[in-house]
T-cell receptor, first 115, second 110 residues
Framework: DGGITQSPKYLFRKEGQNVTLSCEQN?????MYWYRQDPGQGLRLIYY???????QKGDIAEGYSVSREKKESFPLTVTSAQKNPTAFYLC??????????????FGSGTRLTVV | DAKTTQPNSMESNEEEPVHLPCNHS???????IHWYRQLPSQGPEYVIH???SNVNNRMASLAIAEDRKSSTLILHRATLRDAAVYYC???????????FGKGTKLTVNP
């Protein structure tokens, strides 16, 4: 079955370390996204990519970096510059034509905790 | 970003219909209305979306007011698996961003 795979499900990071969260999709979707969710809150957009080798900052990109070398993959690196990284991170994808409005497919998330 | 207003929580009984309201009085002509639901510690699940006309799919129906300032997500027969937080979101036609509010927590009683 097609879908989005996020790994790992749980991740612990020491302060000052960079960590990379994986996101892979086999839906042949063009666009991919990273969101962050804090307890009791809605999702906030970190980065998104509409095509390979191109990505755009979202509302809270500071302290994060991404790459899009393959259509299927959109890894997120949480750097030591991110002041409050403990959160639930969600990856999403969407078929994109620029004209037709499709729904988003989300992964099951990675819970990152700074220890 | 255009905002939506939803009740914090709602309750329903199993096998009864559920109407989840959403107000979006500042909606613009190119904003699509999206609904997603989320279970604890899981990613959101797409439910339905529409622009102007009412929409039906296997999960739910979306009723959009004629002036588009409000909409209602209709679950025709609630099951225990429908208990989740439901998010009503406006997505601008040319934007890649979904702006999530706090949503409505739906409790389904057996």
């Amino acid at each position: 079955d097609g879908g989005i795979t996020q790994s790992p499900k749980y991740l612990f990071r020491k302060e000052g370390q960079n960590v990379t969260l994986s996101c892979e999709q086999n839906l042949n979707h063009d666009a991919m996204y990273w969101y962050r969710q804090d307890p009791g809150q809605g999702l906030r957009l970190i980065y998104y990519s509409q095509i390979v080798n191109d990505f755009q900052k979202g509302d809270i990109a500071e302290g994060y970096s991404v790459s899009r070398e393959k259509k299927e993959s959109f890894p997120l690196t949480v750097t030591s510059a991110q002041k409050n990284p403990t959160a639930f991170y969600l990856c999403a994808s969407r078929a994109w034509t620029g004209l037709i409005n499709y729904g988003y497919t989300f992964g099951s998330g990675t819970r990152l905790t700074v220890v | 970003d255009a905002k939506t207003t939803q009740p914090n929580s709602m309750e329903s009984n199993e096998e009864e219909p559920v109407h989840l309201p959403c107000n979006h009085s500042t909606i613009s002509g190119t904003d699509y209305i999206h609904w997603y639901r989320q279970l604890p510690s899981q990613g959101p699940e797409y439910v339905i979306h529409g622009l102007t006309s009412n929409v039906n799919n296997r999960m739910a129906s979306l009723a959009i007011a004629e002036d588009r300032k409000s909409s209602t997500l209709i679950l025709h027969r609630a099951t225990l698996r429908d208990a989740a937080v439901y998010y009503c979101i406006l997505k601008q036609g040319g934007s890649e961003k979904l702006v999530f509010g706090k949503g409505t927590k739906l409790t389904v009683n057996p």
